[in-house]
Structure formats: C-alpha cells, structure tokens
T-cell receptor, first 107, second 117 residues
Framework: KNEVEQSPQNLTAQEGEFITINCSYSVGISALHWLQQHPGGGIVSLFMLSSGKKKHGRLIATINIQEKHSSLHITASHPRDSAVYICAVNTGNQFYFGTGTSLTVIP | DTAVSQTPKYLVTQMGNDKSIKCEQNLGHDTMYWYKQDSKKFLKIMFSYNNKELIINETVPNRFSPKSPDKAHLNLHINSLELGDSAVYFC????????????????FGNGTRLTVT
C-alpha cells in the first residue's frame, strides 16, 4: 500500500468548474507538498503546508493533520490548468509521493 | 540562473552502455534527490543525499550510483543500461536540516528523458 493515496486518478472538467483533488497519507509528516507537472514538462511546487490553508491565485490547498488528509482546489478552472497534480509528504528525512491526478480542463 | 539544472535533457543510448546525468542546484539546499518517473507518471525516489547521509531506496539496482562532488551537485551514474531503465529522471533539492520550520519546497530540475534501445 502506498503511503500517499490520491483521488481521483483522472479528472475531466469543463472550463469554469470548481475542482477538488484529494490526498490521504498514512505516515507522520512535517510538511505536505502539492506539485504540478504539465505534459512533457518539469515539475513545479505549488504549495508546501503543514497546517491550515494556503491560497495562491485560483488555487487553494488545505490540510487536516488529525485526519491525515489534504485537498487541492482550483476555482474557475481553465484549460491551462490541465496537468498532473502530485501530492507529496515529507516525513522529515524522506519524501513519499502519490500517484498523481491527471486533470484535463475542456474549453 | 536556473535553480536546479540537470543535463542532458534527452539521452538515447544502447543497452549495456554506461551513462551519467548531471545535476546542480544553486539554492544553497542541503539535500538533493534523484527520482525516476515511469510511463504512468509515478515518481519513485531513488536516492536522497545530504552532506551527512546517503539514503538509498533498496529497490534501486546497484547499477545506479549517485556521486556528489560537493553540496551543490549530485550526479547519477548508470552502468550496464537495460531497456527497463528507460524513463524520465528528475533531480530535486530541498532544505531539511534545522527542523521543520526550515523545510523548503522541493525544487525540481526539468528532467532527463532516458531511452535505452
């Protein structure tokens, strides 16, 4: 069983829709990261959080430490948001990665 | 002034060859990583290394070896390449020492697409 589970694995949305990607983990963490990878592209760090909520533009990330769960929300989704979103947790000396959520936003 | 740079971007080689991928970071981070991303986009850690400790994922064949000439570099050497080694390899760095308050986001290189024929 993977230490980090993401859902859904694949997601297709219409432009403008509100999107939620979920991440659950089973290890103790010092921080959780949300990463974005565009097709054929590099990997970019979107958020690093250890509690509460962070917002950057149309992206919002939340974490519930007690429930070992995090969500990434995208408001007013746009085709340029189409990418693979990866949840990763840092245990202090190791990173574990989810399998990623492939998001396609249709115009 | 790229934060994490890895070369080459593409590497095509034949089975049995030995190759290296270079990685450099100019962020002053203390920990560097090598990841393998398979065809399903799943990231698997291969090595993490800081100036004190090398952590090796036990599933990584010993044909793979990291070499760190200094804190800013972590190169990946691969001996006797096999078809199954074809993948995208990412270098990354972060800061982990100093406790959780000093944790930094992961910074990734742009990846090296290795094709073994």
């Amino acid at each position: 069983k993977n230490e980090v589970e993401q859902s859904p694995q694949n997601l297709t949305a219409q432009e403008g829709e509100f999107i939620t990607i979920n991440c659950s983990y089973s290890v103790g963490i010092s921080a959780l990261h949300w990463l974005q990878q565009h097709p054929g592209g590099g990997i970019v760090s979107l958020f690093m959080l250890s509690s509460g909520k962070k917002k950057h533009g149309r992206l919002i990330a939340t974490i519930n430490i007690q429930e070992k769960h995090s969500s990434l929300h995208i408001t007013a989704s746009h085709p340029r948001d189409s990418a693979v979103y990866i949840c990763a947790v840092n245990t202090g000396n190791q990173f574990y990665f989810g399998t990623g959520t492939s998001l396609t936003v249709i115009p | 002034d790229t934060a994490v740079s890895q070369t080459p971007k593409y590497l095509v080689t034949q089975m049995g060859n030995d190759k290296s991928i270079k990685c450099e970071q100019n962020l002053g981070h203390d920990t560097m990583y090598w990841y393998k991303q398979d065809s399903k986009k799943f990231l698997k850690i291969m090595f993490s290394y800081n100036n004190k400790e090398l952590i090796i994922n036990e599933t990584v064949p010993n044909r793979f070896s990291p070499k760190s000439p200094d804190k800013a570099h972590l190169n990946l050497h691969i001996n006797s390449l096999e078809l199954g080694d074809s993948a995208v390899y990412f270098c990354a760095s972060s800061r982990l020492t100093g406790g959780t308050s000093y944790n930094s986001p992961l910074h990734f290189g742009n990846g090296t697409r290795l094709t073994v024929t």
